[in-house]
């Protein structure tokens, strides 16, 4: 099983550790510390949690046609970015769906970092550097080079600017900026997130004793915010509250980019990448499925993988993610069906233990942040 | 958390209070920290029939879904109805939170469940592994 620089931590800190894609990590921390799912789940929408993510990868793309190799392999358009932004994007097949999706920063004139999934991280540093070889850029997999913690909720901003020199005021949602941090120097700083709430991940020297001194610095001074540390429970119902896609659910290697409604994020207008061809024919052909949001009606809890039903007991489709939602206090899921139950109020059912339970199609994201 | 003494524990994580023949299930503190927050508890009718052994319902916590198996063979009595609205309830005192009462069809089963020290040791062994 594989470890991250801070397995001590959590497992002194009393975490709940589990087998999550060949890494041992903390899915939630005991309740004699303020942890448990709910618990932390409310602290990020509230106040302020810390989540380490270094089990996610990066890839590094530097040179003169880095811009070029990065255009090509992802379906974003990363020509917009300015140093210093951020994008959601995805690497596509020629089929047109995911490889994985990917947070692509623009660090340089001519430097990218892409941030992948943990359960990818192979997959797609090996897909990057096949698929990039004619370009003048150097590929490089910075996947074991970081800790990465993220500093999530409202409070997430007051918390860490205790910590840094940057002025994080000045950087705008899905921006970075580099600064001292916790005595670090030149610490990259990304206000990014996967919890649909306000927040910063930070990217770290992945020594053991360094990020475990981070992590406790983080703590200390979220102290007066309530911060939390929080695990991947909370980490799932959080983006699913925010309807962000999770790899293996909502996206797959059998999943388009429009069935899953990431259209906005996919910049048909670029000349050329991986998958356009066939999500050009796919837009044409038009799609049959499509991705909604469910909330149960009657009483039960949609989990991922269970039959979503008509009403009158015929499958439909399938659920992705399913959970209570701790926030909304509801139980929420994301499913594929047919266009025609896609309307918001169509009445589904969900098979729950051989029973078909009550849902309907809802509005999403199921939770949006208030602005400030 | 101690375990009660005045009861016998499954190797399924469940709890058995008998008094004559009614006796009320519930789960273990084991089982409840192993789920983690409670939000859902799926109990059987009054008047189903329980097999020793057999599954009688599900608990859900934010994370999981776990079956309930049913320490003794019986016919429930009455359910916590508490338990529909406060399934937290679990969480917070799961040797008080009876989810059942059962007539036993059979007191003698009790015997070859575990006492609590058999129990708690059981428990140390699992996590052992």
């Known amino acids: ?173 899905y921006w970075i900026t580099r600064g001292t941090v916790c005595g670090l120097k030149n610490i990259l700083i990304a206000r990014t997130g996967y919890t649909a709430e306000d927040g910063f991940e930070i990217y770290i020297p992945a020594d053991e004793a360094t990020s475990a001194r981070a992590w406790n610095e983080i703590l200390s001074a979220g102290k007066e915010f309530g911060i939390v540390p929080c695990g991947l429970g909370a980490r799932n119902t959080l983006r699913l509250e925010g309807k962000l896609p999770l790899y293996g659910h909502e996206i797959s290697d059998t999943i388009n980019v429009w069935e899953a409604g990431l259209d906005r994020f996919c910049k048909m207008e670029k000349p050329e990448f991986i998958g356009r061809a066939a999500l050009e024919k796919a837009k044409a052909e038009g799609v049959t499925r499509t991705l909604v949001g469910l909330e149960m009606v009657e009483r039960g809890i949609a989990r991922d993988g269970y039959k979503v039903l008509d009403s009158g007991g015929r499958e439909i489709g399938y659920v992705t993610s399913g959970s209570p939602a701790p926030f909304l206090k509801k139980n929420i899921a994301l499913a594929y069906v047919p266009l025609e139950f896609a309307a918001v109020g169509t009445t589904v059912k969900v098979e729950i233990r051989g029973q078909g339970v009550g849902a309907q199609v809802v509005p999403t994201p199921f939770y949006k942040r208030p602005k400030k | 958390m101690a375990y009660p003494t005045d009861r016998k524990y499954s190797k399924s994580h469940e709890w058995i209070q008998a008094s004559g023949t009614t006796a009320a299930i519930g789960i273990t503190d084991h089982a409840q920290e192993a789920l983690g927050d409670i939000v859902f508890v799926e109990l059987p009718k009054v008047g189903a029939e329980l097999a020793a052994g057999k599954g009688f319902g599900t608990v859900e916590s934010v994370k999981a879904v776990s079956d309930l198996y049913a320490p003794a063979t019986g016919t429930v009595t009455e359910t916590n109805a508490d338990l529909a609205t406060s399934p937290e309830n679990v969480n917070k005192d799961p040797h008080g939170s009876w989810m059942m009462k059962i007539t036993l069809k059979n007191p003698g089963e009790l015997d070859a469940l575990l006492s609590a020290a058999d129990y708690e040791k059981f428990v140390a062994e699992e996590a052992g592994h």
């Open chain 1, 1 to 173: 099983m594989r470890k991250t620089a801070l397995n001590a931590v959590h497992r002194q800190m009393g975490a709940k550790m589990v087998d999550f894609n060949g890494w041992d990590m903390p899915v939630e921390y005991p309740a004699s510390i303020g942890g448990g799912i709910i618990n932390e789940h409310m602290a990020v929408r509230t106040g302020v949690g810390i989540f380490d993510v270094s089990h996610m990868g990066d890839i590094r793309l530097a040179g003169p046609q880095a811009l070029a190799a990065v255009q090509h392999i992802s379906m974003n358009d990363a020509s917009r970015l300015a140093i210093g932004q951020a994008q959601y994007s995805a690497l596509l097949y020629p089929q047109g769906t995911f490889v994985d999706d990917v947070i692509v920063h623009r660090l340089g004139e001519e430097e990218y970092l892409l941030v992948i999934n943990a359960g990818t991280r192979e997959k797609d540093f090996n897909w990057v550097r096949d698929n990039t070889r004619q370009f003048d850029c150097a590929v490089e997999n910075l996947s074991d080079d970081f800790t990465q913690i993220a500093i999530q909720g409202p409070k997430g901003v007051d918390t860490l600017q205790k910590l840094t020199d940057a002025d994080l005021s000045a950087v705008k949602f």
